[in-house]
């Protein structure tokens, strides 16, 4: 349990302080290793017996239980498809933990002779019970009863909309990216499998545990995720990096010889590397496992375009859709320009007329009056 506690907590520090600024999908799934971590501490220190010196925190993690799914998935929509919502979207998905903590407000207020009773009910049954308060009541018992429930139907309603958003996903890419290395997909597809994963080893301790009887295999789960997630993330560390670790000319040791374009437009295309607002020649080169100067004559020598134009004229083609989409038509011209990767509305602006003969506006009331 330790080890998942110390790595969850490093991982979330990692991910908050090194995470882009407008990459939400890596603040999710930061913020899910900080609540799953949260609620691993809870559970050590109750079969550490160290809960005695902390009674005000018993069952106080229990609403953070509630957004555990919900941050899953919104890690998996995110990396998916990187829509440009505001945070004010999603906050209908952790209302269920929200209510439930309201509805505990009673046992929070609770002296920590409830409290302790309470740790002892679950964890050492055969021990007697200390006085409470004459008249203390117990309102919020009926839910707290219902609480393993509830869980297991947030992760039942989660992981049908992660696999509903990762087929829309799969069919709307007809050749997915053959490229080394951990892409999208590989990471969502695996995260849906770790989520219907927790969902069934949950399931089959509530069925075989009486209260918290089986937390601790949760606990220890926590710590494979982790430890896991951990992995990954060194397999896709800088550190392994030639251009990071090698003598200078030691980076040509990369592939050489001109790439297909192909393979580049494949990879642009279904990753949809075109939408990032870091795109740069050295950071595809570098997915691509292709010398830049390499790359740089594959497109330019295809197409005509330096690197810019080539991913600028994608950027226009998926800004036109959106300009004239119902889906996006709460967000200004600008505003649709910053969605698909343009830092500035100016930058829109300037490669919206190179590649389309007409200014955004322009265009939107051409489709309009036609």
């Known amino acids: 349990m330790v080890v998942g506690i ?17 990459n939400r999908s890596l603040r999710f799934l930061g913020w899910f290793l900080f609540v799953q971590t949260i609620v691993a501490i809870d ?45 004010r979207k999603y906050w209908i998905h952790f209302l269920p933990g929200i209510v439930y903590a309201t509805t505990q407000l009673g046992y929070y207020l609770h002296p920590l002779s409830v409290k302790m009773n309470a740790y ?55 050749q997915l990216s053959a490229s080394k290395g951990i892409n999208k997909y590989f990471f969502s597809k695996n ?8 969902f069934l080893v949950v399931l089959i301790i509530f069925l075989n545990y009486e209260d918290d009887g089986g937390d601790h295999i949760i606990a220890i789960m926590q710590s494979l995720i982790v430890l896991f997630t951990t992995f990954l993330f060194f397999l896709e560390s800088r550190f392994f990096e030639n251009s990071w670790i090698a003598d200078k000319y030691e980076t040509l040791r990369v592939r050489e010889g001109v790439i297909p374009l192909g393979e580049v437009e494949n990879y642009v ?10 795109a740069s020649l ?29 991913i600028n004229r994608y950027r ?7 300009l004239v989409s119902g889906k996006y038509s709460h967000l200004t011209v600008a505003a649709i320009g910053a969605t698909v990767g343009f830092t500035s509305k100016s930058a829109f602006y300037t490669a919206f007329r190179k590649h389309a003969q007409e200014s955004p506006t322009d265009y939107i009331k051409r489709h309009q009056g036609s």
């Open 6 to 22: 110390v790595l969850g907590l490093l991982l979330f520090l990692a991910i908050v302080l090194k995470s882009a600024g407008k």
């Open 43 to 87: 559970v050590f220190l109750c079969y550490s017996g160290l809960m005695k010196y902390t009674l005000h925190f018993n069952d106080s993690t229990e609403p953070l239980v509630l957004m555990i799914a919900p941050l899953i998935y919104l890690f998996v929509y995110e990396l998916l498809f990187r829509n440009p919502l505001p945070l």
């Open 120 to 174: 002892v009910d679950a964890y050492f049954p055969n021990l007697p019970m200390i006085a409470v308060p004459e008249g203390t009541k117990y309102p919020y018992q009926f839910i707290k009863d219902e609480f393993r429930w509830l869980i297991l139907g947030s992760f039942v309603l989660y992981i049908i909309l992660s696999l509903r958003a990762f087929i829309k996903y799969r069919h709307s890419r007809k």
């Open 191 to 198: 995260t849906i499998i770790t989520m219907i994963l927790i």
């Open 269 to 278: 295309i279904s990753e949809n590397y075109f939408l990032e607002n870091t």
């Open 282 to 310: 050295k950071g595809l080169a570098s997915v691509l496992n292709v010398n830049p100067n390499y790359l740089s004559k594959t497109i330019n020598s295809n197409t005509g375009m330096n690197f810019n134009d080539f």
């Open 316 to 322: 226009i083609e998926e800004a036109k859709k959106r």
